[in-house]
Nanobody, 115 residues
Framework: QVQPVESGGGLVQAGGSLRLSCVASGSIFSIDAMDWYRQAPGKERELVASTTKGGVKKYADSVKGRFTISRDNAKNTVYLQMNSLRPEDTAVYYC?????????WGQGTQVTVSG
């Protein structure tokens, strides 16, 4: 069983930056995808950024050029550097891990951007 644990959320003013981290612990054999999702109040959960073990990265159009996803495979950790934050980025951010056969979700970390 893999348990992703997020950290780094908080309150920031528009234009500011935050860095989220997600560490995967537990019975880890092989991690493939490590992604970040977010869910704003009243909205569906959406993919923000994804990265495969091979290093392929994808971003939602709304965050391209502002957010950067990276991972440290040796530490089973994925990061999300968020710059130029906007009020519409306010949401609970979730770490998602796919090990090739099962998916695992973190508990989420709140990001609030004040305008």
């Amino acid at each position: 069983q893999v348990q992703p644990v997020e950290s780094g959320g908080g309150l920031v003013q528009a234009g500011g930056s935050l860095r989220l981290s997600c560490v995967a612990s537990g019975s880890i054999f092989s991690i493939d995808a490590m992604d970040w999702y977010r869910q704003a109040p009243g909205k569906e959960r959406e993919l923000v950024a994804s990265t495969t073990k091979g290093g392929v990265k994808k971003y939602a159009d709304s965050v391209k050029g502002r957010f950067t996803i990276s991972r440290d495979n040796a530490k089973n950790t994925v990061y999300l550097q968020m710059n130029s934050l906007r009020p519409e980025d306010t949401a609970v951010y979730y770490c998602y891990i796919w090990d090739g056969g099962h998916d695992f979700w973190g508990q989420g970390t709140q990001v609030t951007v004040s305008g």
